[in-house]
């Protein structure tokens, strides 16, 4: 009895969780989704003329319809978590270029204030839950707490990684191998040296976000800026036909195995 109860309770979290699961295929839309939020950022805003304010206001609203529509679910649906996550992307970028080229905020500084805000986050987040870990993302309080977090890690992100390569002009190439490094870095102190794996996730995740940004940079920034002059509507449409190739995927593969679970009742 006691067996047959820990197996519903397991299946049922697994039924409401909002976050995927960590694989491989998990990181590969993760840093696809942040090279998007660069692109798609600067093709709005340059290509499209709509400039930073315009571009931040439509992004944000429709950043929100998706937050809705992800809140209003009850268990993680691939489509809506990756098109909040690709918005987000693109909004973490925008608020970052706003605080940077509108209102004169250095790069450093911006970096500094968003690593306070998701340190705050997380400290808050850990005191009202006990728990970082996104395998638990069971309730409205702590879904909010993720996307927040999530939010300030995409900000972060482009802020650490144009401070290097631009600031810093380390170039695009060499900010992409610095942060992949350091990735690499983490994932060995996570499967050899058993480094915590809630910690070892979110440092991952901060450093996808400059390494997607360099990536994205160093594929559509023009050649005498240190890029490879793909161009922004290039890489975002080459990128985001990925993402949706893979979320398909995603989905039929999530309906394939889990079509003939109930849905969760209140």
């Not at 009850?74 to 605080?99: C, E, H, Q």
Request: proline fraction near 2%; hydrophobic fraction near 55%; avoid cysteine.
């Amino acid at each position: 009895m006691a067996s047959n109860a820990f197996a519903t309770t397991t299946t049922t979290r697994r039924m409401l969780n909002k976050v995927p699961e960590v694989t491989a295929i998990f990181w590969v839309i993760k840093v696809l989704a942040t090279t998007v939020g660069e692109t798609a950022a600067d093709f709005l805003n340059v290509n499209l003329s709509l400039g930073l304010t315009v571009t931040t206001v439509v992004m944000s609203l429709l950043l929100a319809a998706a937050l809705v529509a992800q809140f209003r679910l009850r268990r993680y649906v691939p489509a809506v978590y990756w098109l909040a996550v690709v918005l987000i992307s693109v909004v973490g970028t925008l608020i970052t270029d706003n605080l940077v080229d509108n209102l004169g905020v250095p790069l450093w500084t911006t970096a500094v204030v968003f690593a306070v805000a998701l340190t705050i986050t997380f400290i808050v987040w850990f005191i009202s839950e006990k728990t970082l870990s996104i395998h638990s993302i069971l309730t409205s309080r702590r879904e909010a707490f993720y996307w927040l977090a999530v939010l300030f890690t995409f900000a972060l992100g482009t802020a650490a990684g144009d401070l290097l390569a631009e600031r810093l002009s380390l170039g695009y190439l060499m900010s992409l191998l610095v942060f992949a490094g350091a990735i690499v870095v983490v994932a060995a102190a996570y499967f050899i040296f058993k480094l915590n794996a809630v910690l070892a996730f979110w440092i991952a995740y901060v450093l996808t976000r400059p390494l997607g940004a360099s990536t994205g940079d160093l594929l559509s920034q023009s050649t005498k800026d240190g890029g490879l002059g793909l161009g922004t509507t290039g890489t975002s449409a080459l990128f985001l036909f990925v993402i949706l190739a893979l979320v398909i995927a995603l989905s039929f593969r999530r309906k394939q195995s889990a079509g003939q679970l109930p849905e969760p009742t209140a």
